[in-house]
């Protein structure tokens, strides 16, 4: 198999048993999707940087492993895989997409790339971002627009834009995202791939670059749910340089989409959540026509199907958007121009020093989007309105938590669309920050209460786009998710002959290969 | 406690909390954005009483220690790696006092 086009089309499980069994090297691997990033990028810009030379040492040093050395290893063992910017890489300029880290290599690896390297996995760059991960469309990005590669006059969502889109236009058969707030669902589900978003504490969030530490965490970005499951298993676990992971082992994901995908939920109980379930003038008639027909199709494969109600889910956008700029404004702190990044001295006429340079510094290196959230979060956090906001949005997420608690008491897993739209136009939403808000209206809560969350395609809509929906599972409890993602994703390729990017139209792919 | 409206006195004052230099007019625009964006999220008091206890971690966790192993730090060169301004091995910052 030497077609580069043949190659990428497999899924990373694919992939990896072509590896195992000896049909492709990872060397190989590497090749074919460097050759199509090469042809896509000037298209998608997908990536802010391409670690070329370093993926194929990493391939190469894997393919001279033995093989009895290869096969202790993970099924994704050899596979590449793109890393959002937001994470850092060892000698691998890392931004966050914004100019006050332009140019900063980090001298240590997150606790996810550490363990993507130990498992053979070489990393072929570094994706495009919205600045610091706020934002739901990547314009924020301080460097370039990324392109949705199923419309390039559309956004391929965000935060995790350039994650999403690579994984879609077949640049790489796996990315990792981190989710804020839908950061990694989101650009799935605009995308036509699959986005997770494992328990808060689930995956060590060491290197992560921090916005919101409470809400934070990294996930995989695919282009199916088994692939997400092997990969979610590679990442996850607990990690002791971050106090809040979780004291215990990955979630048994991947046996769990295996399982799902012979199709039988006998005895599962799937709960639309009623305030969010697609009806509504926020949600577009076809986002709500593709989840009602996979809800159907839940109920065909024997789940059973109940409404259930999360009634203060409406204080969600308020509440997240109070806790998540307070977070981000103390987080972001640390950008001041004395150890590492930007440094810009105040202009001439005043005085120079430490604090004025910081002034300068920060106001030079950060963009609108983060600018806005540092400010509101410094108010929200000021002596005066801190019962008032701050307070007031920990306690909002108690009641979230109280409601879900209620909800998971009726149903096993529960279902949403995962945003209320198609993706939309570059421009339409960049200069209104609360209707760029409002798109994560879906996504947001799980992310207030820690719960395991992921969007799985559901659709294309009459305008070419992607639709998405999603499943909500319990705290430490991801692998319900995982199994009923997988049975929906293997009765919907079935009803479309195929996956759903069959129905994407790839040009960068043409004249590649043989 | 009613919406406080934000003020152009106010945000440059957080503009000096938060160490940005604003401009003129990014202070003007986002006096607008913030002000909009307060009244969609200050409908959280509404439901946020007395008897609620705050939740800062979802997932909350027992406090654990690391065994006092030590580790392998950064080398000092390491450390310095990405300052913008370094000499001698250490840091370089501009001084910390005006012109008095």
């Given at each position: ?112 790339v550490e363990r993507l390297k130990a498992a053979g996995m070489p990393i072929l760059g570094k994706t495009n971002l919205d600045e610091f991960a706020m934002g739901s469309s990547t314009e924020h990005s301080a460097f370039q627009n990324t392109a949705n590669p199923w419309n390039t006059g559309c956004v391929p969502g965000g935060s995790g834009g350039g994650s999403a889109a690579a994984v879609a236009a077949f640049e790489a058969p796996l990315a990792l995202g981190t989710d804020t707030g839908g950061s990694i669902r989101q650009p799935g589900a605009f995308t036509g791939t699959v986005g997770v978003k494992p328990t808060y504490g689930g ?312 | ?100």
């Amino acid at each position: 198999m030497t077609n580069a086009t043949e190659i990428v089309k497999l899924t990373a499980a694919e992939m990896g048993e072509k590896v195992r069994n000896g049909e492709l090297s990872s060397r190989e691997l590497v090749q074919a999707h460097l050759d199509v990033i090469e042809a896509a990028e000037p298209t998608i810009k997908a990536f802010l940087k391409v670690s070329s030379d370093e993926a194929l040492e990493q391939a190469d040093a894997f393919d001279k492993l033995s093989a009895d050395e290869k096969a202790a290893m993970p099924e994704l063992a050899g596979v590449p895989i793109a890393v959002k910017d937001m994470i850092v890489t060892k000698g691998i300029e890392t931004t966050a997409a914004s100019k006050i880290l332009e140019g900063w290599v980090p001298p240590y690896d997150s606790t996810v790339v550490e363990r993507l390297k130990a498992a053979g996995m070489p990393i072929l760059g570094k994706t495009n971002l919205d600045e610091f991960a706020m934002g739901s469309s990547t314009e924020h990005s301080a460097f370039q627009n990324t392109a949705n590669p199923w419309n390039t006059g559309c956004v391929p969502g965000g935060s995790g834009g350039g994650s999403a889109a690579a994984v879609a236009a077949f640049e790489a058969p796996l990315a990792l995202g981190t989710d804020t707030g839908g950061s990694i669902r989101q650009p799935g589900a605009f995308t036509g791939t699959v986005g997770v978003k494992p328990t808060y504490g689930g995956v060590s969030r060491y290197g992560a670059i921090a916005m919101a530490s409470s809400l934070d965490q990294i996930g995989p970005a695919t282009r199916s749910v088994l692939d997400s499951a092997l990969l979610y298993e590679i990442i996850g676990g607990h990690d002791l340089r971050d106090s809040t992971s979780i004291p215990a082992g990955p979630r048994p994901a991947a046996a769990a989409a295996r399982e799902g995908a012979r199709r039988d939920l006998k005895g599962m109980k799937v709960g639309l959540i009623r305030e969010i379930s697609g009806t509504g003038d926020a949600f577009e008639p076809e986002v709500t026509a593709h989840f009602n027909a996979c809800v159907k199709m839940l109920e065909d494969m024997g789940a059973e199907v109940i409404e259930v109600s999360v009634p203060r889910i409406d204080y969600s956008l308020g509440a997240y958007y109070i806790v998540m700029p307070s977070e981000a404004s103390s987080n972001l702190a640390r950008y001041d121009g004395m150890r590492y990044g930007l440094r810009v001295m105040p202009p001439a006429g005043v005085p120079q020093t430490a604090a004025n340079m910081m002034s300068a510094t920060r106001e030079a290196g950060f963009g609108d989007e983060v600018k806005r959230r540092i400010i509101l979060g410094t108010y929200a956090l000021s002596a005066g309105y801190y019962d008032a906001w701050y307070g007031s949005a920990q306690k909002v997420r108690t009641l979230i938590i109280d409601d879900f608690n209620k909800a998971f008491e009726q149903a096993d897993v529960l279902v949403c669309p995962t945003a209320p739209t198609t993706a939309f136009e570059f421009g339409s939403k960049i200069d209104d920050p609360m209707a760029m808000y409002v798109n994560d209206i879906a996504t947001i809560p799980a992310n207030l209460a820690g719960l395991p969350a992921m969007s799985i395609p559901s659709g294309v809509a009459s305008n070419g786009l992607p639709t998405g929906f999603q499943f909500v599972a319990p705290q430490q409890k991801d692998e319900v998710m995982y199994k009923a993602a997988a049975a929906l994703e293997a009765a919907l390729e079935d009803s479309w002959n195929g996956p759903v990017w069959q129905k994407m139209n790839t040009p960068w792919l043409d004249g590649l290969g043989a | 406690m009613a919406m406080p409206t934000f003020t152009r006195e106010e945000i440059t004052h957080l503009g000096e909390l938060s160490r940005i230099a604003l401009t003129e007019t990014e202070i003007v625009r986002m006096q607008g954005e913030l002000n909009t964006i307060a009244d969609s999220i200050n409908k959280v008091q509404q439901v946020a009483t007395a008897d609620v206890q705050p939740t800062a971690n979802p997932v909350p966790l027992e406090a654990y220690l690391r065994p006092d192993e030590a580790e392998k730090p950064l080398t000092q060169e390491e450390a310095l790696s990405g300052a913008p301004v370094k000499e001698d091995g250490m840091f370089v910052a501009p001084r910390i006092l005006g012109e008095e």
